[in-house]
């Protein structure tokens, strides 16, 4: 989409160029800019520029949680919180410029991959529950935890961003800004009535039930966490129930069912492959009640630490009925299981199989992948990972081809030599048609 030239010009004014929209919602647009250097055309850095729409008065009670989001953001940082660099208020003009995490969202992601890689789910839980962690020690709970929120950079960090709704906990570290503002009761008013803009699909029975009036607190988080856990590793949302139902409310003009007084529909019918350990913490997570849920970030980051730990045993699932069983069903079951683990036997050896053709087995060096916004690697014919991925790959010593692959980019391919002992880096954007066909015009004579 273009960016018109008035506001291209505002823009400028406050010191930014901006470079392509990024989103867009009913309050502010969010633009790819650079900030420059005061005075200057020579580039300071590249931001995500936040604007308020120019129909919206920054004195207006729209304008607020968005003032309120800057307020926070210059209290704040932590690896897994977006970083504020600056916020420019001028006449009529609005605008926070925040770090820019180029991997896009989680939610686009998951449009891509409904089920995401367990490791790859579980990596993404535990960066946000310590996001959480630091923000429930200042006394902040977020209250929008959502897959839109979570901001997936192409180097594998994961931030948690819009703290527009967040509430602060009476007598904590950051209350104080809010006892200090003058418009303390139109900020509460505001957060209150931001609730209906919500998504319910990941809010907490609390909070959702009781129109956002009733008191929050971290526990609240984390059953929006365990929300979007659940749906990362199952591809569907753990309260999905029957509209004709007596046992749900419609939430008016939200389009939305929700169960009032059924539990979550357990993980292991939906994802059986999840490991038993990381279940128990998932459906943990999504307890209606709050007293039934972790009582606190911090024992949901050591918890998912550990399921991390553990994802490489092999735990299979069908083997906790065997226990329950009669003593025929037993039999059956063993049975089935034998033939399971012998199909998962032979799964591993054509992996290795395939790795072995990558360069894989055998390792003698690395090479660690960025690619822009993503990418499915591709080493030696052979699909291996899919970016953003924190780790670099092992393969072996000597010549490999290299190529990138995203949907809606041209593919990127790139002869590399590994060395003995060495990790090679490898950062690539991804070049849209647009870009090829301008390259394709400028190499003409």
């Not at 789910?121 to 839109?148: E, M, N, T, W």
């Not at 033939?339 to 087995?361: D, K, P």
């Not at 809606?408 to 991804?430: H, K, N, Q, S, W």
Request: charged share 25%; proline share 7%; glycine share 6%.
């Amino acid at each position: 989409m273009s960016i018109d030239a008035e506001t291209q010009r505002r823009a400028l004014e406050d010191g930014y160029k901006l470079l392509r929209e990024i989103g867009s919602g009913a309050v502010s647009t969010v633009y790819e800019a650079e900030q420059l250097e005061p005075g200057t055309s020579r580039v300071r850095r590249t931001v995500a520029l936040k604007v308020l729409r120019p129909t919206i008065a920054p004195t207006s009670s729209f304008a607020e949680p968005m003032v309120r989001e800057a307020r926070l953001l210059e209290e704040l940082g932590h690896p897994n919180v977006v970083r504020m660099f600056a916020a420019v208020r001028a006449g009529d003009r609005l605008s926070l410029a925040l770090e820019l995490v180029s991997g896009g969202n989680l939610a686009q992601r998951m449009q891509l991959d409904a089920r995401l890689p367990t490791p790859r789910a579980v990596g993404i839980a535990l960066a946000v529950a310590r996001g959480l962690s630091y923000l429930h020690g200042r006394g902040l709970v977020h209250r929008d935890v959502k897959p839109q929120n979570i901001l997936l950079g192409s180097d594998g960090q994961v931030k948690l961003a819009d703290l527009g709704i967040a509430e602060l906990i009476p007598d904590s570290p950051l209350a104080k800004l809010e006892d200090a503002s003058p418009h303390k009761s139109r900020a509460t008013a505001a957060r209150r009535e931001a609730v209906s803009f919500g998504t319910p699909a990941y809010m907490a029975p609390e909070a959702l039930l009781a129109e956002g009036v009733a008191p929050v607190d971290a526990r609240t988080d984390l059953f929006s966490l365990g929300v979007v856990l659940y749906e990362m590793l199952s591809g569907a949302r753990p309260f999905e129930a029957d509209p004709s139902s007596p046992d749900t409310t419609v939430l008016a003009g939200r389009g939305r069912t929700r169960s009032r007084r059924e539990r979550a529909e357990p993980l292991a019918r939906r994802a059986p492959q999840t490991p038993r350990a990381l279940e128990r913490i998932v459906m943990r997570l999504v307890e209606r009640r709050p007293e039934d849920r972790f009582a606190s970030a911090d024992e949901v980051v050591r918890a998912l630490e550990r399921a991390e730990h553990d994802l490489d045993r092999f735990e299979l699932p069908l083997a906790r009925r065997l226990s329950r069983a009669t003593r025929a069903q037993k039999g059956a079951l063993a049975a089935g299981l034998a033939i399971v683990l012998l199909a998962a036997t032979f799964g591993v050896v054509r992996w290795r199989h395939r790795a072995s053709a990558a360069g894989v087995v055998n390792a003698a060096g690395q090479i660690r992948v960025t690619a822009h916004p993503w990418a499915e690697i591709w080493i030696d014919g052979a699909k291996l990972e899919t970016t953003p991925l924190a780790r670099a790959l092992p393969l072996s010593a000597g010549p490999h081809e290299v190529v990138l692959k995203n949907p809606y980019f041209a593919d990127e391919r790139r002869p590399v030599v590994i060395a003995a002992g060495a990790t090679l880096p490898l950062d690539v954007v991804m070049a849209t048609s647009l870009d090829l066909a301008a390259a394709d015009a400028g190499a003409k004579p």
